[in-house]
């Protein structure tokens, strides 16, 4: 088992910038694909952005060059730094642990990006 708890969601104003965070309970990401996925009111959860245990990333293209994943493993945590918000990067942000055919899932931390 795996527990996954995100931070420093919050509100910003178009253009600005914000760094989540996903701290896990134990050492796992240097093993396991992290993503970080979104889901707004009444959308689709979507994949954000991928890294995996070998360092790989990957990003959506709605978020390509706006946004960076990145990990620190000493401190068992992943970072999403997200730069140039727009409004429609409002969303819950919630990031996933996989690895085998097990999927552990953070509680979601909340993005709004208004004037």
């Known amino acids: 088992q795996v527990q996954l708890v995100e931070s420093g969601g919050g509100l910003v104003q178009p253009g600005g910038s914000l760094r989540l965070s996903c701290a896990a309970s134990?050492?796992?990401?240097?093993?396991?694909?992290i993503t970080w996925y979104r889901q707004a009111p009444g959308k689709t959860r979507d994949m954000v952005a991928i890294i995996t245990g070998s360092g790989t990333t990957v990003y959506a293209s709605s978020v390509k060059g706006r946004f960076t994943i990145s990990r620190d493993n000493a401190k068992n945590t992943v970072y999403l730094q997200m730069n140039s918000l727009k409004p429609d990067d409002t969303a819950v942000y919630y990031c996933?642990?996989?690895?085998?055919?097990?999927?552990?899932w953070g509680q979601g931390t909340q993005v709004t990006v208004s004037s």
């Open positions: 134990r050492s796992i990401f240097g093993i396991y694909t």
């Open positions: 996933k642990a996989g690895l085998g055919g097990h999927d552990y």
